[in-house]
C-alpha cells in the first residue's frame, strides 16, 4: 500500500444548497485499479459526491490530490487538466443529440487533446469497437437504445484515457433487458484495470466489482469496508442491499 | 379599368426595386439581430449577475418602444449625436436590427433553456471550456430548435420595414406611395405593393422551412419550443 | 455616308464622357423633397424624381456649378432632416412663413401660392358651410396651411374638424371617400388633383397667400447667394416659361 499508487484523494468535501448541508465531510483515497462502490438511499449525497468530485458541482470545501499533487480547482486551466483525466458516466447517458456516436467520440479528442481529424477518427473507431459498437458509428443517438447510448458514453470518456472513471448510477435509466450489455462492458473496464467510483443499486456490481463499499446517508459516510467485511447481517449496508434484493428479485 | 392596369404595368419595375430594397434592409436587420441576439441570449442564461441586468435592460427597452419611435430617435437623435451619418436605408436597418436583436435573444435563450443541462455537464468532464462547450454542444442544437420562431420573427421584422418610408428610405411603401400621390390610383397600388410583400415573405418562410429539413438530425423531435 | 455618321457618334459620346467628367466636379448637394406634392414634386413613371421644382434645382444647379441630387423626405420631418445636415437643401414647393424664417434661411420668393378647398365634384357645399357647419376638413400634416386653419378656427370660434394627412393625394382619397367634406392645399396641387379626379376647388378661404421659396441652412451664406443668383437667371430664362407652361402653373 504505498503511496505512489495512490490515484486519487479528497478530504473533507462539504457542500451545502440554500442552506442546506447536502454533504458534511466526506474524504476518499483511491489507489490504482481499485474500484469503490458508493450505496445508500436517495438524497444521501452519493451523485453530488461524485459530482464534487471531479467539480461538476464546486464544493463548498475539500482538498484534491491527483497523483499525490495538490489540484487547484479554483484555477480554470488545473481545473481542465484535471477533467480531462477524471471522467464521468452519467445515469442519463448526456451524449451529445446533434452529433453522430462517432462525432461523440472525436470532439472533445480534437477541440480538448487537440488531436487531427485522422487520428480522432482512428481512436474512435476503436473505442467504439470495444464496446461493441462499431457498425452503429454513423447513427445519432436518437437512433439508439439505451444500453446504446450508454456504451457510447463509455467509450466517449475512455477515448479521453482518463485516470479515473466515475459512474453515476450507470444503469438506472436502462431497461432490465439492456443493463447487461452495459454491465458487461464495465466488468471489462474493471478487468483491464480501470481506477472507478461507482454510484448503484445494481446488486451484482456492488458485490463482485467493489473492492470497498461506502454507504453513505445524510452526507456522511456511515459504514465503508470490503464486501466480505460489509455485506454481513446487521450492516446497514447488507440492510440496504435486502431492500434492493426485495425489489429487484435478485438474490445475493 | 384598362387604364388602372396600365398604370399598374408601368409602376411594376419600380416598385419590385423597392422590394430589392426591403429584401436588403430585412436581411441586414435580420443578420444584426442574429449575431447580437445570440450574443445577448449566451450572456443572458451563461453571463454573470451584472451581464444580465444590463442584457435586460436592453431587451426591455427595444420591446418596449414602438418602432416608430425608435426610428425617429435614432435616425434624428442618437445617431447625429455619435456624429454617424447614415443612410436611411442603413439607418432603418440599424434599428431594425438592434430591435430584432432583442426578440430573438428571447427565442435563443429559450432554445437554449429547453436543451437538457447534461450534455453541458457532460462536456465539462470531457475537459471542455465552457466556451467550446457552448459553441460546439449548445448553439447548434438550439440554432436548430430556433428556426420556426426565427421565420416568424423574419416575417414580423418583414412587415415593420414598411415603417422605413417615415425616414425617405426608398423601399415599397416609399414608391407605392409615389406612384399613387402622382397617379391618384392608392387602392390599386396599394394592393399591388401588399402582394410583393407578400411574396417576400412567403419566399422567406419556405426557404426557412426547407433550411430546417436539411439540418435535422435523425431521430431527433423537437423537445419544448 | 455610314462613316461620317460614326464619327459624329463617336465625336457624341467623346463629348458626352468628357463633359459628365465636367459635372463631376461641381460641388455635391442634396435636395430634399416631398415626392408626393405634384406637380412641384414627384417621382415620374420611371421613378425618378421629377416636377417643377425638381426640373428647376437641376437647370439652377447646372447653371452654378452644383451637382444636385433630390431625396424624397417626410414633409413633417423635412426641415430637421435640413438641420441635421441630411439634406442640404429644400427646393419643393415650400411656402416661406415666419416660422419657419425662424429655423432656416430663404431665397427670394420665386412662386406665389393661394391657399383653396376642395370637395367633391358633384357638391354643393360653401365656404361656410365648411368653416361653420361641424365639417372635417383634411390638411397635410406639417403645411402651413395646417396650421393658419387650426389658429384662425381657434381665433374666429369656426367649428370644424381638421384632419391630418401624410400628403395631399391622400386627403383628396378620403373626399372621395366621403370620410372628409373638404381638403384645404396649395392651388397648384389642387389643380392637379382636380385634373385627375372628381374633385373641384371651390375657392379661396382667408388665408393670405403666400411665396414660396428655396430654403437652406442659416449657416450656408454662400449656398443661399448662389440659389438666389440661379433663381434670378432661371426666371429671366425661357427655359422658366416652358417649365411654368409644362406643368400647368399659371
Not at chain 1, 443529440?97 to 487520428?119: E, F, G, P
Request: proline share 4%.
Amino acid at each position: 500500500m504505498t503511496r505512489q499508487d495512490t490515484i486519487l484523494r479528497v478530504e473533507n468535501i462539504t457542500k451545502s444548497f440554500n442552506g442546506n448541508p447536502i454533504l458534511r465531510g466526506v474524504d476518499l483515497t483511491l489507489r490504482k485499479g481499485e474500484i469503490k462502490i458508493l450505496v445508500g438511499p436517495s438524497g444521501g449525497g452519493k451523485s453530488t459526491f461524485l459530482q464534487c468530485l471531479n467539480c461538476l458541482i464546486s464544493p463548498d470545501s475539500g482538498q484534491f490530490w491527483l497523483e499525490e499533487r495538490p489540484v487547484d480547482i479554483f484555477s480554470k486551466k488545473e481545473l481542465y487538466r484535471y477533467r480531462q483525466q477524471v471522467g464521468m458516466i452519467f445515469q442519463d447517458f448526456n451524449l451529445f443529440d446533434h452529433l453522430t456516436a462517432m462525432d461523440n467520440v472525436t470532439l472533445a479528442l480534437r477541440k480538448v487533446k487537440k488531436m487531427d481529424k485522422k487520428a480522432a477518427l482512428a481512436r474512435a473507431i476503436v473505442e467504439l469497437s470495444q464496446v461493441g459498437l462499431e457498425d452503429k458509428t454513423r447513427l445519432y443517438p436518437a437512433e439508439l437504445s439505451g444500453g446504446q447510448k450508454q456504451r457510447v458514453a463509455i467509450a466517449r470518456a475512455l477515448a479521453m484515457d482518463p485516470k479515473v472513471l466515475l459512474l453515476d448510477e450507470p444503469t438506472s435509466a436502462l431497461d432490465p433487458d439492456l443493463t447487461g450489455e452495459v454491465i458487461d462492458v464495465i466488468r471489462n473496464l474493471a478487468k483491464k484495470g480501470m481506477t472507478m467510483v461507482m454510484a448503484t443499486h445494481q446488486i451484482s456490481l456492488i458485490r463482485t466489482l467493489a473492492d470497498e463499499i461506502l454507504f453513505m446517508e445524510a452526507g456522511v459516510v456511515v459504514e465503508k469496508g470490503s464486501p466480505k467485511t460489509l455485506l454481513v447481517p446487521g450492516t446497514r449496508s447488507q440492510g440496504f442491499c435486502d431492500k434492493l434484493n426485495s425489489l429487484s428479485g435478485e438474490g445475493i | 379599368m384598362p387604364e388602372i392596369i396600365a398604370i399598374i404595368k408601368d409602376a411594376l419595375p419600380y416598385l419590385l426595386s423597392g422590394g430589392l430594397i426591403t429584401a436588403g434592409i430585412v436581411t441586414g436587420a435580420m443578420a444584426l439581430g442574429l449575431i447580437l441576439g445570440l450574443s445577448m441570449a449566451v450572456g443572458r442564461v451563461y453571463g454573470s449577475t451584472a451581464v444580465k441586468r444590463v442584457i435586460g435592460i436592453y431587451v426591455w427597452f427595444f420591446q418596449g418602444v414602438p418602432i416608430l419611435v425608435l426610428l425617429f430617435l435614432f435616425y434624428f437623435g442618437v445617431f447625429n449625436y455619435m456624429g454617424l451619418n447614415l443612410s436611411a436605408v442603413s439607418a432603418v436597418t440599424v434599428v431594425l436590427g438592434m430591435t430584432t436583436a432583442a426578440y430573438q435573444a428571447n427565442i435563443f435563450r429559450g432554445a437554449i433553456l429547453s436543451l437538457p443541462q447534461g450534455q453541458f455537464k457532460a462536456a465539462s468532464t470531457l475537459g471542455m471550456s465552457d466556451i467550446q462547450t457552448i459553441l460546439a454542444i449548445i448553439l447548434p442544437q438550439a440554432l436548430r430548435l430556433s428556426i420556426p420562431a426565427w421565420s416568424n420573427e423574419f416575417s414580423i421584422v418583414l412587415k415593420d420595414s414598411a415603417l422605413a418610408f417615415v425616414l425617405g428610405a426608398p423601399e415599397i411603401m416609399a414608391r407605392a406611395k409615389f406612384v399613387a400621390s402622382r397617379t391618384y390610383q392608392h387602392l390599386p397600388i396599394y394592393i399591388v405593393a401588399g402582394l410583393i410583400y407578400f411574396i417576400l415573405t412567403w419566399a422567406g418562410v419556405r426557404a426557412l422551412a426547407r433550411l430546417e429539413k436539411t439540418v435535422r438530425i435523425p431521430g431527433y423531435s423537437n423537445k419544448g419550443i | 455616308m455610314f462613316k461620317k455618321n460614326l464619327i459624329v457618334w463617336f465625336g457624341i459620346m467623346a463629348l458626352l464622357l468628357t463633359g459628365g467628367g465636367q459635372a463631376l466636379a461641381g460641388k455635391k448637394i442634396v435636395n430634399g423633397i416631398d415626392a408626393n406634392f405634384p406637380p412641384f414634386a414627384f417621382i415620374d413613371q420611371k421613378g425618378t424624381p421629377s416636377g417643377f421644382d425638381v426640373e428647376a434645382m437641376n437647370w439652377i444647379a447646372k447653371e452654378m456649378g452644383y451637382e444636385v441630387e433630390h431625396k424624397a423626405y417626410d414633409w413633417d420631418g423635412i426641415i430637421t432632416s435640413l438641420l441635421t445636415k441630411k439634406i442640404d437643401m429644400v427646393a419643393s414647393g415650400m411656402s416661406i412663413t415666419p416660422d419657419r424664417l425662424e429655423k432656416v434661411a430663404f431665397t427670394s420668393p420665386y412662386w406665389k401660392i393661394k391657399q383653396v378647398m376642395v370637395i367633391k365634384k358633384d357638391s354643393a357645399l360653401t365656404l361656410d358651410d365648411l368653416l361653420k357647419g361641424n365639417k372635417t376638413v383634411g390638411v397635410q400634416q406639417g403645411t402651413s396651411e395646417a396650421k393658419w386653419l387650426k389658429e384662425a378656427a381657434e381665433k374666429n370660434g369656426w367649428n370644424l374638424q381638421l384632419r391630418y394627412y401624410d400628403s395631399s393625394p391622400l386627403a383628396v382619397e378620403d373626399i372621395l371617400n366621403g370620410r372628409i367634406a373638404a381638403a384645404a392645399m396649395d392651388d397648384a396641387p389642387a389643380k392637379d388633383a382636380s385634373d385627375k379626379k372628381d374633385v373641384k376647388i371651390l375657392g379661396t378661404f382667408g388665408m393670405a397667400s403666400e411665396d414660396f421659396g428655396y430654403a437652406v441652412r442659416k449657416e450656408d451664406a454662400q449656398l443661399l447667394k448662389d440659389m438666389n443668383e440661379g433663381l434670378k437667371r432661371l426666371m429671366a430664362s425661357d427655359y422658366w416659361k416652358e417649365l411654368v407652361k409644362k406643368y400647368d402653373l399659371k
